[in-house]
């Protein structure tokens, strides 16, 4: 699994579902080479790799800020300690029990009953990284091969957005 999806880089691109499946080797091309990249910015500052899996679900009920407790619709993947996020909302916890996280620590908003909740600090900051990443790859290459259809301006503003969101990841390890 990599860090972003076909779905997200065809966002990015504003491509319709037929236009995707037509470019999908494409796509897994791209997002495959912003992996790589991903990964060496981090090794380039003495960083692990950060995890292209994620466990992914929804909260079952709303919650607030300073809520100690999560109720997840499915627990599935969720290890029994660690660092997630609700909405980029980044958050600890130290327990899970059934369909609960327990002793959780600095949900700072408000999160409605079927926000996504994902495991890991920065699952939802990678993923937007690699779409952009992707996405300027794609772009990149679309203009280097062929004489209309390229957007080198909208590929360098995906990159230069990319590539300092990257920086700053691997530099200070933590999205606070």
Excluded at 32 to 50: C, K, L, S, T, V
Excluded at 54 to 64: E, F, K, M, Q, V
Excluded at 74 to 98: E, R, V
């Amino acid at each position: 699994m990599g860090y972003c999806t076909n779905s997200d880089v065809s966002m990015r691109l504003g491509l319709d579902a037929a236009q995707r499946d037509r470019a999908n080797s494409r796509l897994v091309s791209v997002i495959r080479r912003a992996g790589i990249e991903i990964d060496q910015e981090f090794r380039d500052y003495g960083r692990d790799p950060p995890s292209s899996f994620t466990a992914s679900t929804t909260l079952n009920g709303a919650i607030s800020a300073g809520d100690t407790t999560i109720t997840l619709t499915s627990p599935t993947g969720f290890t029994t300690a660690g660092t997630g996020n609700i909405d980029g909302d980044t958050f600890k916890w130290t327990g899970k029990s059934t369909n609960d996280l327990t002793g959780v620590t600095g949900v700072d908003f408000a999160h409605s009953n079927g926000a996504t909740v994902e495991q890991g600090e920065f699952a939802n900051v990678i993923r937007e990284t690699c779409a952009d990443l992707a996405a300027s790859i794609y772009l990149e290459d679309e203009s280097m091969f062929h004489q209309t259809g390229g957007d080198p301006v909208r590929s360098n503003v995906l990159r230069m957005r990319a590539t300092a969101e990257l920086k700053r990841l691997a530099h200070l390890g933590t999205v606070d």
